[in-house]
């Protein structure tokens, strides 16, 4: 075993193994790196990171590529989850020196850390326009040792080259300007350019999921609704998308959830990771939709997701894990300890798998999940899926009743029965890699996930069940990562140790899960804790110079740039999710404080950034939101009383993302919320009756105890 046997990283445990003798990102490899006068191989990658492991297979494995790597290299391994602002600087400079980036990432460095070679995936032996990873070494090594002035003064110029292209250390740039309305108008056009209006979706494959763009387009449409704009095609857009996504094969119909994303464009083959922010984004972005369309299509969608996370991604003691793999041991070969792991093994099935577990329900399982005798996918060109059927939604009930003779009912339960009969045989086959360690980041989006389903499906007997999720996720990340003493946030914990200096990321997305969180419960603790932690992040990451706030503390003198990151990518920029942040806090405590800084990172961006609709959807969301009217509605009244309930749904049934919800109970948490938001505090039931106030600024309309009334002030 190397050192990384030592690490609680599931993605750097996976190498311990490697004869490479492998450094966890720090001094010790650094001051040998010096001392040996050896150029540094950095890899960074990720647990569930298929091409990692295919590498890892290929190369790190190998004695002989070892060989080579232990002679001339100092190697360190990065799980890039837990070290984002390691990532971040190398991934800048492989996509700006080869136009394109990716996991694993390659990267080579002088002792000070400068990048001077990069890539991503490299092949044992040269294939596919790659050069065999033993001979990029071997070459790597020849001109370190042969001209060395060279590539040192290479690595200095990409170095202050790839500072001027991110930015870093350069202050003042920004606009000042907060962009108008038709900057939106802008944004909004150049996605319609993209859509696929035919099968859902932005451009062509491969498909990511980003809920980013959707989450934008829908507050656009909310805006301009309101505005008296009956344009529906943002709305559209939103819907077209996630009904794809829904009905294709990226979703997991069996168990729920979503995978990382589509292969084709008609969202047919997955690549079969499934991430934790996508289960809470894509969770966000379906109900936002069942709000906007009442279409519960979209809502069972949510509650597919959150069934899945709960049951399969929770910690016993509340925390979110992170991940689970694309790659498992095939059913046929389970118990072979030389068997080798294939990507979607333990979701793929043949038809006489289906044939055999669903029985005489098989011809309507057969029809509804578009099975064929010889498999069906489109597209698999490494054989891996060959025989085998990806499942995804062929055919409507209607349809299958219409062909077979069954009543619509009778297919129906036809389905449910086969989904559990499925569900339990394949939960007997080998499970893929779960990555258990708990990220703050992406716990803060999954409690805001479960706070917005129970306040939006509130009624629903699962309702109490997110809620309950959401409270323990966050009193999890309270209790492991929060040092009260120190005002500050950790970033990981798994097997009982909680690491690493939280980055801004991680105090922007838990910020936001405690505000839906105090949305959906009213307990002032949440209210007070984000504030707290708002004014943490603005003390560590903030900009006073050029506004925004920057993705680390600067400190750690091994990050070579300190970098904004704007990108609204898979997960939503920092900066982004802050500006929502304190828009809710302005409505929620108001006094004008909040919005300076909110102010300063839109305006940051100037009047042009329509054009960029593309690269910042979310802080576009945010913007939207400057330019939107926005609402306070207050419900005073018992959680357990059905008054209450009837007000709480008549608020939930409206799509309004510019509106927040004051959930006050009459008594002492009344009283302590007062302390925070005065406001409310001359707030009071009517006539012994739960009572909804709707206020704009602060300012409210007459009071109202009955659901017709508050539908009509809303």
Same mark, same amino acid.
């Given at each position: 075993?190397?050192? *990384?046997?030592?690490?609680?990283?599931?993605?750097?445990?996976?190498?311990?193994?490697?004869?490479?003798?492998?450094?966890?990102?720090?001094?010790?490899?650094?001051?040998?790196?010096?001392?040996?006068?050896?150029?540094?191989?950095?890899?960074?990658?990720?647990?569930?990171?298929?091409?990692?492991?295919?590498?890892?297979?290929?190369?790190?494995?190998?004695?002989?590529?070892?060989?080579?790597?232990?002679?001339?290299?100092?190697?360190?391994?990065?799980?890039?989850?837990?070290?984002?602002?390691?990532?971040?600087?190398?991934?800048?400079?492989?996509?700006?020196?080869?136009?394109?980036?990716?996991?694993?990432?390659?990267?080579? +460095?002088?002792?000070?850390?400068?990048?001077?070679?990069?890539?991503?995936?490299?092949?044992?032996?040269?294939?596919?326009?790659?050069?065999?990873?033993?001979?990029?070494?071997?070459?790597?090594?020849?001109?370190?040792?042969?001209?060395?002035?060279?590539?040192?003064?290479?690595?200095?110029?990409?170095?202050?080259?790839?500072?001027?292209?991110?930015?870093?250390?350069?202050?003042?740039?920004?606009?000042?300007?907060?962009?108008?309305?038709?900057?939106?108008?802008?944004?909004?056009?150049?996605?319609?350019?993209?859509?696929?209006?035919?099968?859902?979706?932005?451009?062509?494959?491969?498909?990511?999921?980003?809920?980013?763009?959707?989450?934008?387009?829908?507050?656009?449409?909310?805006?301009?609704?309101? %505005?008296?704009?009956?344009?529906?095609?943002? *709305?559209?857009?939103?819907?077209?998308?996630?009904?794809?996504?829904?009905?294709? !094969?990226?979703?997991?119909?069996?168990?729920?959830?979503?995978?990382?994303?589509?292969?084709?464009?008609?969202?047919?083959?997955?690549?079969?990771?499934?991430? +934790?922010?996508?289960?809470?984004?894509?969770?966000?972005?379906?109900?936002?939709?069942?709000?906007?369309?009442?279409?519960?299509?979209?809502?069972?969608?949510?509650?597919?997701?959150?069934?899945?996370?709960?049951?399969?991604?929770?910690?016993?003691?509340?925390?979110?894990?992170?991940?689970?793999?694309?790659?498992?041991?095939?059913?046929?070969?389970?118990?072979?300890?030389?068997?080798?792991?294939?990507?979607?093994?333990?979701?793929?099935?043949?038809?006489?798998?289906?044939?055999?577990?669903?029985?005489?329900?098989?011809?309507?399982?057969?029809?509804?999940?578009?099975?064929?005798?010889?498999?069906?996918?489109?597209?698999?060109?490494?054989?891996?899926?060959? !025989?085998?059927?990806?499942?995804?939604?062929?055919?409507?009930?209607?349809?299958?009743?219409?062909?077979?003779?069954?009543?619509?009912?009778?297919?129906?339960?036809? *389905?449910?029965?086969?989904?559990?009969?499925?569900?339990?045989?394949?939960?007997?086959?080998?499970?893929?890699?779960?990555?258990?360690?708990?990220?703050?980041?992406?716990?803060?989006?999954?409690?805001?996930?479960?706070?917005?389903?129970?306040?939006?499906?509130?009624?629903?007997?699962?309702?109490?069940?997110?809620?309950?999720?959401?409270?323990?996720?966050?009193?999890?990340?309270?209790?492991?990562?929060?040092?009260?003493?120190?005002?500050?946030?950790?970033?990981?914990? @798994?097997?009982?140790?909680?690491?690493?200096?939280?980055?801004?990321?991680?105090?922007?997305?838990?910020?936001?899960?405690?505000?839906?969180?105090?949305?959906?419960?009213?307990?002032?603790?949440?209210?007070?804790?984000?504030?707290?932690?708002?004014?943490?992040?603005? @003390?560590?990451?903030?900009?006073?110079?050029?506004?925004?706030?920057?993705?680390?503390?600067?400190?750690?003198?091994?990050?070579?740039? @300190?970098?904004?990151?704007?990108?609204?990518?898979?997960?939503?920029?920092?900066?982004?999710?802050?500006?929502?942040?304190?828009?809710?806090?302005?409505?929620?405590?108001?006094?004008?404080?909040? *919005?300076?800084?909110?102010?300063?990172?839109?305006?940051?961006?100037?009047?042009?950034?329509?054009?960029? !609709?593309?690269?910042?959807?979310?802080?576009?969301?945010?913007?939207?939101?400057?330019?939107?009217?926005?609402?306070?509605?207050?419900?005073?009244?018992?959680?357990?009383?059905?008054?209450?309930?009837?007000?709480?749904?008549?608020?939930?049934?409206?799509?309004?993302?510019?509106?927040?919800?004051?959930?006050?109970?009459?008594?002492?948490?009344?009283?302590?919320?007062?302390?925070?938001?005065?406001?409310?505090?001359?707030?009071?039931?009517?006539?012994? @009756?739960?009572? %909804?106030?709707?206020?704009?600024?602060?300012?409210?309309?007459?009071?109202?105890?009955?659901?017709?009334?508050?539908?009509?002030? +809303?």
């Amino acid at each position: 075993m190397n050192r *990384l046997a030592q690490e609680r990283s599931p993605y750097l445990l996976q190498h311990a193994a490697n004869p490479v003798d492998w450094y966890p990102w720090g001094a010790e490899a650094f001051d040998r790196s010096r001392r040996e006068d050896k150029p540094i191989f950095l890899s960074i990658g990720y647990s569930t990171c298929h091409w990692c492991h295919v590498m890892e297979h290929e190369s790190f494995e190998s004695a002989e590529i070892a060989r080579l790597l232990n002679a001339d290299f100092v190697s360190i391994k990065v799980d890039r989850e837990e070290r984002p602002d390691v990532d971040r600087v190398y991934m800048s400079f492989v996509q700006s020196t080869t136009g394109s980036g990716g996991w694993p990432m390659t990267v080579f +460095l002088t002792p000070e850390l400068k990048p001077f070679f990069g890539g991503t995936y490299f092949p044992p032996v040269s294939r596919w326009g790659r050069p065999g990873f033993p001979d990029l070494l071997g070459e790597l090594a020849r001109v370190w040792k042969n001209d060395r002035p060279r590539v040192e003064q290479a690595a200095s110029e990409l170095l202050e080259r790839l500072k001027m292209v991110t930015g870093a250390g350069d202050h003042g740039r920004g606009e000042s300007t907060i962009a108008g309305p038709e900057a939106l108008d802008v944004a909004v056009a150049s996605y319609r350019q993209v859509f696929d209006e035919r099968l859902g979706g932005f451009g062509e494959a491969p498909k990511f999921p980003r809920p980013s763009e959707l989450l934008f387009l829908a507050r656009e449409y909310a805006r301009r609704s309101a %505005a008296g704009d009956l344009d529906q095609a943002p *709305l559209q857009m939103v819907t077209g998308t996630l009904r794809a996504m829904a009905l294709g !094969g990226m979703r997991d119909h069996i168990g729920g959830g979503f995978h990382r994303y589509s292969v084709d464009a008609a969202w047919r083959v997955p690549h079969f990771e499934k991430m +934790l922010y996508d289960q809470a984004q894509l969770t966000l972005a379906y109900l936002e939709a069942a709000q906007a369309t009442g279409d519960d299509l979209f809502a069972t969608v949510a509650e597919d997701t959150l069934a899945y996370v709960l049951r399969d991604l929770t910690d016993r003691n509340g925390g979110f894990y992170s991940a689970e793999d694309a790659d498992s041991v095939p059913p046929e070969q389970a118990g072979d300890p030389s068997a080798h792991k294939s990507e979607g093994a333990f979701y793929i099935w043949t038809d006489a798998e289906i044939g055999a577990v669903t029985g005489g329900d098989a011809a309507i399982v057969r029809r509804r999940f578009g099975i064929e005798a010889d498999g069906n996918a489109p597209q698999d060109p490494q054989g891996e899926f060959t !025989g085998r059927n990806l499942l995804y939604i062929a055919q409507t009930v209607d349809d299958i009743a219409l062909r077979t003779g069954a009543t619509p009912g009778a297919v129906a339960e036809a *389905l449910e029965r086969a989904r559990a009969q499925l569900f339990t045989v394949r939960a007997l086959r080998p499970r893929p890699h779960l990555d258990d360690k708990v990220l703050t980041a992406w716990n803060g989006l999954m409690i805001a996930a479960c706070a917005r389903a129970a306040r939006v499906l509130v009624g629903r007997a699962t309702a109490s069940q997110y809620l309950a999720a959401g409270r323990q996720a966050a009193t999890f990340i309270r209790r492991t990562l929060w040092l009260e003493s120190e005002q500050r946030l950790l970033r990981r914990y @798994r097997d009982g140790d909680a690491a690493i200096d939280a980055y801004a990321e991680d105090y922007a997305y838990l910020t936001s899960g405690l505000l839906e969180l105090f949305q959906a419960d009213g307990d002032p603790a949440w209210l007070e804790w984000a504030t707290t932690l708002q004014a943490a992040q603005d @003390r560590l990451f903030w900009d006073e110079a050029d506004a925004g706030w920057f993705s680390t503390t600067g400190h750690d003198p091994s990050v070579l740039l @300190r970098l904004k990151e704007d990108y609204d990518g898979a997960e939503p920029a920092a900066g982004s999710v802050s500006v929502l942040n304190l828009a809710a806090f302005e409505s929620l405590i108001g006094g004008g404080a909040w *919005l300076k800084r909110a102010e300063r990172t839109l305006a940051r961006f100037g009047p042009k950034v329509g054009a960029a !609709g593309r690269v910042v959807p979310m802080l576009l969301a945010g913007l939207s939101a400057w330019h939107a009217d926005h609402t306070q509605i207050v419900i005073v009244g018992p959680a357990d009383r059905d008054d209450t309930l009837a007000l709480q749904q008549e608020a939930a049934r409206r799509y309004r993302p510019f509106a927040v919800v004051v959930p006050v109970r009459p008594g002492s948490q009344q009283d302590a919320l007062s302390a925070l938001m005065p406001f409310v505090a001359p707030m009071r039931m009517r006539d012994g @009756r739960a009572t %909804a106030y709707v206020c704009r600024a602060f300012t409210c309309r007459e009071p109202v105890t009955d659901a017709a009334a508050l539908a009509a002030q +809303l």
